[in-house]
């Protein structure tokens, strides 16, 4: 039965190739789920594991013709592509999260222990520069930014509150962030 379900997948990409939207519908009707299921107890969060799903569906709407049936079976081949493209969502979303983190480091720089004026100017002068480099980034992404870090709202929670989609809320927090860092670090 394995043989017969496998050579009717590996037929399914054959028509994706050929750019049938109905046997795309079958495949993600059968391995939707448990490609959902991969996704999310890698990335846990639903948001992420939704993309990833749909990432790697049109992944295979374009690439469905590399599909090659002697190196693997048609649902390894894409259980193999979910886990990739989670393991790299995971990736960079570290990475954002590092990034959010240095730069909210270099911005919340205590003078409490200071003593000294020009250790207090220098410090003065560097938190003017965090918000002058926050004041160029377009309106969306300091927003965004502002909300996540002020307010220290989840991207959920500002999509909510914003009404604006969660992997947008993601796309400017992620850019905003890259901007900053490159605008701070021409500055230091």
Do not use: H, N
């Amino acid at each position: 039965m394995t043989g017969k379900k496998s050579s009717d997948e590996s037929l399914l990409l054959v028509q994706i190739a050929r750019k049938d939207q109905t046997a795309l519908a079958k495949l993600y009707d059968r391995y939707g789920r448990p490609s959902y299921a991969l996704a999310y107890k890698i990335l846990g969060s639903v948001e992420e594991a939704e993309e990833v799903v749909l990432d790697v569906f049109s992944q295979i709407w374009q690439k469905a013709a590399t599909y090659d049936p002697s190196r693997s079976r048609a649902d390894t081949w894409l259980f193999m592509l979910t886990r990739s493209r989670s393991l790299d969502r995971l990736r960079v979303l570290q990475r954002t999260v590092r990034a959010a983190q240095a730069c909210m480091e270099d911005a919340k720089i205590s003078t409490d222990d200071i003593a000294e004026p020009m250790e207090d100017a220098m410090i003065e002068e560097r938190s003017e520069q965090v918000k002058a480099a926050l004041e160029t980034l377009p309106a969306e992404q300091r927003i965004a930014l502002e909300l996540a870090y002020y307010q220290g709202l989840t991207c959920a929670a500002i999509a909510a509150k914003t009404g604006i989609p969660t992997g947008t809320i993601k796309t400017r927090i992620r850019l905003g962030i890259s901007k900053l860092r490159q605008a701070l670090s021409e500055q230091f």
